[in-house]
C-alpha cells in the first residue's frame, strides 16, 4: 500500500491559542526553576547540617537533592533543544 505524501509542518500560528499555550509552557517552566533552586537551597541546608552534625543519613540526602535539582535545572534548560533534536531525528526518518 502506497500512503499519500503525508507532512508534518508544526506552526504555532496555525491555531488560535497557540500563544496562550506557548505562555503556559514558559509559566511552567518558570515555576519548575524556581523549585529546582528551592529544592537546591533545602538540599544545600541539609547537607551541611547532616555534615556538621555527623548525620551522614541526612548528608547523604542532601547531597542527593542538590544533584537532583541541578541534574533538573540542566533538562529544564535543554527541554527544547532536546525536543526539536528528537522531532528532526523523527523527520528524517524514511
Not at 509559566?27 to 538540599?43: E, T, V
Amino acid at each position: 500500500m502506497i500512503f499519500a505524501g503525508v507532512q508534518l509542518n508544526p506552526s504555532t500560528s496555525d491555531l488560535p491559542g497557540s500563544a496562550a499555550l506557548q505562555s503556559i509552557a514558559d509559566g511552567i517552566a518558570s515555576w519548575a526553576l524556581i523549585g529546582a533552586l528551592i529544592a537546591l537551597l533545602l538540599g544545600a541546608a541539609l547537607w551541611a547540617v547532616g555534615s556538621h552534625t555527623q548525620n551522614t543519613h541526612h548528608s547523604s540526602s542532601g547531597r542527593r537533592a542538590v544533584l537532583t535539582s541541578l541534574v533538573a535545572a540542566v533538562l529544564i534548560g535543554a527541554a527544547p533543544t532536546l525536543i526539536n533534536f528528537f522531532f528532526n531525528t523523527g523527520l528524517s526518518v524514511h
